[in-house]
């Protein structure tokens, strides 16, 4: 029953974040690439690796190439030859795909809000019990967050 409720909660969530990004052009897996990439840009500023993308986002490598083509071709992502590593990629974002980031950032915000909106106090309590159970599993996770498809803290 647990993992229902959370199923479909998540799922109108989801419902409601992906009609907002749409307006953008943008997919949530597109959203959640580019957030991680601006959230691991700040500690290396020069670029990261699809793999240390992919890595920090909970995915594959190969998905997280397979999110970059088109990100690429619309020009909100930066992709080159690692200088070291003939096989590795170096991601980064252009300076349209920081703008698309924070507006995109600023459509979660809404989405937040509005998904919060029917009845602020619900889902407060909602929020709180859930980021409770999150770090119970966090901790059991240890030294390795990203086993859950977290970023590490």
């Known amino acids: 029953m647990l993992g229902y409720l959370l199923r479909l909660m998540s799922s109108i969530w989801h419902r409601q974040l992906n009609a907002e990004l749409a307006k953008i052009d943008l997919t949530e897996m597109q959203f959640v690439l580019?957030?991680?990439l601006g959230w691991l840009l700040e500690s290396n500023?020069?670029?990261?690796?699809?793999?240390?993308?992919?890595?920090?986002?909970?995915?594959?490598?190969?998905?997280a190439s397979q999110v970059m083509k088109p990100l690429s071709k619309k020009g909100l992502v930066d992709v080159a030859s690692h200088a070291r590593d003939a096989r590795a990629r170096v991601v980064s974002l252009s300076a349209e795909g920081e703008t698309k980031l924070k507006e995109a950032a600023?459509?979660?915000?809404?989405a937040d809000e509005q998904f919060r909106a029917d009845n602020p106090k619900v889902f407060d309590k909602l929020f709180k019990a859930l980021r409770e159970a999150v770090d119970v599993k966090m901790n059991v996770a240890g030294d390795h967050p990203e086993d859950l498809g977290a970023m590490p803290r």
Request: with cysteine.
């Open 45 to 63: 500023v020069k670029g990261v690796t699809q793999r240390e993308l992919a890595d920090a986002c909970g995915i594959s490598t190969a998905l």
């Open 34 to 36: 580019m957030i991680g």
């Open 106 to 110: 600023a459509i979660l915000r809404r």
